[in-house]
């Protein structure tokens, strides 16, 4: 068993770091009174303002009673948040031969955005568009339609898979290539004599953006414009989660398995905390994982909903603090 001394240090350093005003830690800390176990809850853990914009217009198109309603892709990245608005009536569109088939209804876009020629089938389908999507995702559109216009070519770091690519593409004009890692980073040709323009995936790490945009600024290419379009949400997200990270004896991140988000900030925590352990529902929960002595921390992706946040830090709080 860890020594009683050793703990009650590591958590007075956490209490006072936090009570110092750490831009890192600005959360929920909860302390036990014999000052053995601490639980932090991230601030930034949950809905980010484009996901919670993109839920909160599909219940409204359900207020309105309109029917029938779709989404073009599952909203976000949680099956209950999906399965309470299949309940409600709202179906998900999976690919473009689905939406090619539709006759009626509203299509709401997700936060993701989508492509023109996406936009132009629901319209020349007569649907109605309700597009949520994201502010900061629509501003990389308007950048590389603007540039593409302008006479560049275009270069964009993230998944080359990921919908929010996917759309991203759907709005450049001219040459577009996708790259994810060094290795592309390093081979990457242009395909034209264009200057280059660089914009990013708004989820992908700050850290790796620079990296290749040096790699390709320094040994392939000297004329373009560099545009960090990365949102400070995700980099909150991560920098609270790390600095959270580095003193828990154990981490929950909270989250949907097939969010790209919430598996980086899986992998973040899981490197400065070896019990990182992954919560997708409540009863994934196994409260056998959570020391009773020491400090958990709790952060959650940008898809995941308050509820099932606030399910979580209830039960944490409930057994880690009042067993000691
Ligand atoms: S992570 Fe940022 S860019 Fe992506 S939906 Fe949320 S607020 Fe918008």
């Given at each position: 068993m860890d020594d009683p001394g050793e703990i009650r240090g590591r958590i007075?350093?956490?209490?006072?770091?936090?009570?110092?005003?750490?831009?890192?830690?600005?959360?929920?800390?909860?302390?036990?009174?014999?000052?053995?176990?601490?639980?932090?809850q991230a601030k930034s853990a949950g809905f980010c303002f484009g996901v919670r914009r993109a839920v909160d217009t599909v219940y409204e198109q359900i207020d309105s009673g309109k029917t029938p309603i779709y989404t073009y892709g599952p909203i976000i990245h949680n099956e209950i948040v999906v399965r309470d608005l299949e309940k409600k009536g709202?179906?998900?569109?999976?690919?473009?031969?689905?939406?090619?088939?539709?006759?009626?209804?509203i299509v709401v876009i997700r936060s993701h955005g989508v492509?023109?020629?996406?936009?132009?089938?629901i319209e020349e389908r007569g649907l109605s568009m309700v597009d949520a999507t994201c502010p900061f995702v629509k501003k990389i559109h308007r950048i590389v339609w603007e540039k593409?216009?302008?006479?560049?070519e275009v270069l964009i770091i993230g998944s080359p898979s990921h919908p929010e690519?996917?759309?991203?593409?759907?709005?450049?004009?001219?040459?577009?290539?996708?790259?994810?890692?060094?290795?592309?980073?390093?081979?990457?040709?242009?395909?034209?004599?264009?200057?280059?323009?660089?914009?990013?995936?708004t989820t992908f790490n700050l850290k790796k953006f620079h990296k290749f945009v040096e790699i390709i600024t320094r040994l392939r290419y000297h004329d373009?414009?560099?545009?960090?379009?990365?949102?400070?949400?995700?980099?909150?997200?991560?920098?609270?989660?790390?600095?959270i990270a580095r003193y828990a004896d154990t981490m929950f991140v909270i989250g949907g398995k097939h969010s790209s988000n919430t598996q980086k900030l899986y992998?973040?925590?899981?490197?400065?905390?070896?019990?990182?352990?992954?919560?997708?529902?409540?009863?994934?929960?196994?409260?056998?994982?959570?020391?009773?002595r020491g400090i958990v921390g709790i952060s959650a992706g940008a898809s995941t909903p308050n509820i099932l946040i606030e399910e979580v830090s209830n039960l944490c709080r409930k057994t880690i603090l009042s067993r000691c």
């Amino acid at each position: 068993m860890d020594d009683p001394g050793e703990i009650r240090g590591r958590i007075a350093q956490l209490k006072c770091r936090y009570e110092s005003g750490d831009h890192a830690l600005k959360g929920d800390l909860w302390i036990s009174p014999d000052g053995m176990s601490a639980l932090y809850q991230a601030k930034s853990a949950g809905f980010c303002f484009g996901v919670r914009r993109a839920v909160d217009t599909v219940y409204e198109q359900i207020d309105s009673g309109k029917t029938p309603i779709y989404t073009y892709g599952p909203i976000i990245h949680n099956e209950i948040v999906v399965r309470d608005l299949e309940k409600k009536g709202v179906r998900v569109i999976s690919s473009r031969e689905e939406l090619e088939k539709l006759a009626e209804g509203i299509v709401v876009i997700r936060s993701h955005g989508v492509g023109r020629e996406i936009s132009s089938i629901i319209e020349e389908r007569g649907l109605s568009m309700v597009d949520a999507t994201c502010p900061f995702v629509k501003k990389i559109h308007r950048i590389v339609w603007e540039k593409g216009r302008a006479g560049y070519e275009v270069l964009i770091i993230g998944s080359p898979s990921h919908p929010e690519v996917e759309g991203i593409r759907g709005w450049c004009t001219g040459e577009v290539t996708v790259i994810e890692n060094e290795q592309e980073a390093m081979s990457f040709v242009p395909k034209s004599d264009k200057p280059l323009c660089i914009v990013s995936q708004t989820t992908f790490n700050l850290k790796k953006f620079h990296k290749f945009v040096e790699i390709i600024t320094r040994l392939r290419y000297h004329d373009c414009a560099v545009l960090n379009t990365i949102c400070n949400a995700t980099e909150e997200r991560q920098t609270e989660a790390r600095s959270i990270a580095r003193y828990a004896d154990t981490m929950f991140v909270i989250g949907g398995k097939h969010s790209s988000n919430t598996q980086k900030l899986y992998e973040i925590c899981r490197k400065e905390c070896e019990n990182t352990f992954f919560v997708q529902a409540f009863d994934d929960l196994n409260l056998r994982l959570v020391p009773f002595r020491g400090i958990v921390g709790i952060s959650a992706g940008a898809s995941t909903p308050n509820i099932l946040i606030e399910e979580v830090s209830n039960l944490c709080r409930k057994t880690i603090l009042s067993r000691c």
